[in-house]
């Protein structure tokens, strides 16, 4: 009787004991395409309760947990949430959990749009420091592109990006002019142009004109955000356009690239690049010299680029850099035309005493440290040094023959520095995941402007003659910036993410010199001359606010809305610049207004890739240019706010490769289909002036078309695109006649066709190209200034060849 109530004693025992046993699930979180252990991974069981965080080695582990069934799931930024049902019954559970990324990474998208040969792609939500979530964008990527890059060629480069509106008075590629949506295209004056992540302009606040353009054969990517999206990088209508150069390639000590071209018109590029990792310094540099003679007299021209970029990683989360850049050129300047001279030869040249020189010198350090994968902080620090001269005989009338008298000399002397920083914070709130951006900027400027009487000779020859009397002005733009901003995503859903953001501005800009009056007798010799000293301090600071929504209703199609509030400050140099056809308004406003878009777009860029908009731009005292006359009868222009603008329209983009449709096994044909499409709408709806409300705004065409087709079977690719676009004024009262000084006017309707071919074998490349291939004679600028004034015709057919050696 004892032995059997020890017996079920036992077996009591055993059985709670088997009822109460305590079990463990545990694992390693690995991401799928590298197989590396995520640190900081958060692991939970039944939504929540209980949860852990993965270690180093991408290990977690549940411990004393019951037998029964329970749900586990992950949560990483940027990767896709895992849910796994585990069922404990009566021993240890150990996994193995693979993560996959919440969007295409960028690498992931270049291995598509080489099959497609897109060339053409848009930043992810995150990236670089930066918040791109339902944000109009766009990525570019050089070396998938079958264009002209040895010319920078504008309108094949960009041609993806819908809207742009592209000034070519430069065949050769040394200055970039690109405007939209009625913004200004003189030296992408209205977008904030950065390389690498920081400023290239002449001067951001008090000259923001960028005279130096990077040679596309050596940029990697070129980043577009638009107007209403940019509030990280500054308040201008614009937004960003950010040449990111090459990266030092990571699987080679030394690689090398040497490119030669040669064209029309005495055309001559040479282009060389070395690029390696040694241990944990890696390295890419480049030199290239580019000379021409030009389609028209008296536009020869000599440049030389050279970039350094060298970086070390102290250890896989710290790293420092060091970027320099020095560009040198040197141009003849054929001066503009009248309408009537267009018209009987858009190839002549009556000036050959014009000159344009520049000097930009950009150095940049840069510090990024990952504190773990959910924080990361990027430092960069950077300056300017540079000058740009011009010289040359510009009266008002543009058909006056030069009588060798003194020219007109300007010197601009640039001395910048500034500092950006950028904190980033992926974080979640319940299983929701939130990222979190904080950055400030400071940025000292100093511009030295110096105009006046040059020499009377023939050749480049940039010194004043007569200095002390024959000075016009002399002006001193010292300026300061220091901005605040903040931008968090907030993913509500899977599907559904509103990204507030909001930006600080203080600004104060300086003017301390004088202007002046000189009078000439017959023979050109100076009379009499006036000085006025002149200071001038303005110092304001504001609050500009935004908010994004992106709603995606299956993984490869969003819908995305953004709203963003503008400004832009006047500069003091544009208004003390003496021109004998203008007249500047001496009570300039800074411009303001605010940028809205609402689009619907596509991540599919195996076969096909759209991205339709509408936006609407309110633009506020908008800065242009009014045709009048003067006492005397003179038609002048002057400058000074014209009033409020507004400006909508449709841009539209798509491609489809439809051999890749049709037979998606042949991996080595591809048809590539693709449109670029802008319907735009202008007027001025109120003005102070009298007879401009109701005209439309300058530099706005109301169709832009660029189209084409892009064909390639294994190593061999052709491309061919047609640039179509309508008419556009050049100032506000929309005069259609040029007159004597041909800076207003209509630009005429133009079309261009240009072919390019491209074949690789093995380590060698040929490029061939034929640019305006219908020899046709248009115009896209009328300039108020250098390099005319008056009508600068663009260039008429051409033909280059680049052949390349990689090693």
């Known amino acids: 009787m004892t032995l059997s109530k020890v017996f079920k004693s036992i077996v009591f025992v055993c059985i709670c004991f088997g009822a109460n046993a305590q079990f463990s699930i545990s694992g390693v979180v690995k991401i799928r395409k590298s197989n590396n252990p995520t640190q900081g991974c958060r692991v939970s069981l039944n939504a929540g309760s209980p949860s852990t965080v ?232 480049f030199f290239q010299y580019k000379k021409s003679e030009g389609w028209r007299p008296n536009s020869s021209l000599n440049s030389v680029n050279y970039y350094a970029d060298i970086d070390y990683k102290f250890t896989e989360n710290t790293s420092i850099g060091l970027d320099f850049t020095h560009s040198d050129y040197l141009a003849q300047q054929p001066g503009g035309l009248t309408d009537a001279m267009f018209a009987a030869d858009p190839r002549q040249s009556n000036r050959e005493r014009n000159w344009f020189k520049v000097n930009w010198n950009l150095w940049a350090v840069h510090f990024d440290h990952k504190f773990n994968p959910s924080n990361e902080f990027n430092l960069r620090v950077f300056g300017l040094s540079a000058y740009r001269y011009s010289l040359g005989f510009r009266p008002n009338r543009v058909a006056s023959v030069d009588d060798n008298s003194a020219r007109d000399l300007i010197k601009g002397d640039f001395l910048n520095w500034g500092a950006e920083a950028r904190y980033l914070k992926r974080y979640f709130v319940g299983d929701k995941l939130f990222v979190f951006l904080l950055g400030g900027r400071y940025y000292d400027g100093f511009n030295h402007s110096v105009q006046g009487l040059g020499s009377t000779g023939k050749d480049a020859d940039f010194k004043f003659s007569n200095f002390n009397e024959g000075i016009a002005n002399d002006y001193r733009f010292p300026n300061n910036n220091a901005s605040l901003f903040i931008e968090n995503i907030f993913y509500l859903t899977d599907k559904f993410s509103v990204t507030p953001g909001i930006r600080y501005e203080y600004i104060h800009t300086k003017a301390e010199g004088f202007y002046g009056s000189i009078q000439f007798d017959l023979a050109g010799n100076i009379i009499s001359a006036s000085r006025t000293d002149e200071v001038r301090n303005n110092g304001r600071q504001f609050v500009l606010g935004g908010v994004g929504l992106s709603y995606k209703p299956t993984p490869h199609l969003e819908i995305y809305n953004n709203i963003s ?243």
Do not use: C
Request: glycine share 8%; aromatic share 12%.
């Open 565 to 807: 509030q503008n400004y832009r400050s006047i500069t003091f140099s544009d208004m003390r610049t003496a021109n004998p056809s203008a007249v500047i308004d001496p009570n300039l406003k800074d411009e303001k207004g605010y940028s809205l878009d609402l689009g619907l777009r596509t991540y599919e860029t195996t076969f096909y890739n759209f991205d339709v908009s509408a936006f609407y731009l309110n633009y506020n005292n908008r800065i242009g240019e009014v045709q009048f006359a003067d006492a005397s009868n003179r038609v002048l222009r002057r400058r000074g706010n014209i009033g409020q603008a507004v400006i909508m329209g449709l841009e539209s983009y798509g491609e489809v490769d439809f051999l890749r449709i049709t037979n998606p096994k042949n991996q080595n044909l591809s048809a590539v289909v693709f449109g670029n499409a802008a319907f735009i709408h202008s007027k001025y709806k109120k003005s102070e002036i009298a007879g401009i409300v109701g005209k439309k705004v300058e530099f706005v065409p109301n169709v832009n078309l660029k189209t084409g087709l892009r064909v390639g079977y294994k190593k061999l690719k052709g491309s061919f695109q047609y640039t179509y676009l309508t008419e556009q004024f050049t100032e506000a009262t929309n005069a259609r006649e040029g007159g004597v000084s041909a800076v207003v006017g209509i630009i005429p309707s133009y079309y261009i066709m240009d072919l390019s071919l491209s074949y690789e074998f093995k380590k060698i490349k040929l490029e061939g190209n034929v640019n305006n291939l219908t020899n046709n004679f248009y115009f896209t600028r009328r300039a108020t200034g250098y390099p005319g004034p008056g009508i600068l015709p663009s260039d008429g057919r051409s033909f280059f060849l680049s052949f390349q050696v990689k090693i």
């Open 54 to 285: 993965t270690d180093a080695n991408g290990r977690f582990v549940f411990n004393d947990l019951q037998s029964g069934a329970y749900q586990l799931q992950t949560l990483f930024p940027e990767f896709q949430s895992v849910k796994q049902d585990v069922v404990i019954s009566d021993q240890n559970i150990e996994l193995e959990i693979l993560l996959d990324t919440l969007y295409k990474t960028l690498d992931e998208v270049v291995v598509s749009q080489k099959k497609s040969d897109f060339g053409f792609t848009r930043m992810r939500a995150v990236e670089n420091m930066g918040i791109y979530e339902g944000k109009k964008t766009e990525v570019i990527l050089p070396e998938q592109l079958v264009a002209n890059l040895a010319t920078n060629n504008a309108r094949q480069v960009f041609s993806r990006v819908a809207g742009l509106n592209i000034w070519e008075n430069d065949g050769a590629g040394l200055q970039l002019s690109i405007g939209g949506r009625g913004l200004d295209p003189n030296r992408t004056s209205n977008f904030n142009v950065r390389q690498n992540g920081y400023d290239i302009s002449a001067d951001a606040l008090g000259y923001p004109e960028s005279y130096y353009t990077p040679p596309i054969e050596a940029v990697g990517k070129i980043q577009i955000v638009r107007g209403a999206a940019s509030l990280q990088y500054g308040t201008q209508f614009g937004g960003l356009i950010n040449f990111e150069m090459k990266k030092p390639i990571q699987d080679k000590k030394i690689e090398l690239v040497a490119r030669q071209s040669v064209g029309s018109f005495g055309f001559y590029n040479t282009f060389t690049s070395a690029s390696g990792t040694l241990k944990k310094l890696s390295y890419y540099t």
